[in-house]
């Protein structure tokens, strides 16, 4: 069992930064995949960056890619998403997932709570 708990949302103008955190519990936090996605008002849920549980590999969604990056630190049993240049379109609830390396969110199986990021246009 993992439970997961995002931090680091708020309010951010255009072209800003935001830095989100994902603190898991849980012993067996290094042994999973962990993914961030997203979910604006009206949309459905959307992939936006996946590491493996060694840190080693990485995947993006087109539309972030270059501007954020996601990391983990395993021994702080953390995954950090740092976003930068952000754009009114970037506003959205953002999730972190603990499960296998995928860009399908149906293939995870734990989820934090959500944490709100917004970007005024």
């Known amino acids: 069992q993992v439970q997961l708990v995002e931090s680091g949302g708020g309010l951010v103008q255009a072209g800003g930064s935001l830095r989100l955190s994902c603190a898991a519990s849980?012993?067996?936090?290094?042994?999973?995949?962990m993914g961030w996605f997203r979910q604006a008002p009206g949309k459905e849920r959307e992939f936006v960056a996946a590491v493996r549980w060694s840190g080693d590999r990485t995947y993006y969604a087109d539309s972030v890619k270059g501007r954020f990056t996601i990391s983990r630190d395993n021994a702080k049993n953390t995954v950090y998403l740092q976003m930068n240049s952000l754009k009114p379109d970037d506003t959205a609830v953002y999730y972190c997932?603990?499960?296998?390396?995928?860009?399908?969110?149906?293939?995870?199986?734990?989820w934090g709570q959500g944490t709100q990021v917004t970007v005024p246009s």
């Open positions: 849980g012993r067996t936090f290094s042994s999973y995949d």
């Open positions: 997932a603990a499960g296998p390396y995928s860009v399908v969110s149906g293939s995870y199986d734990y």
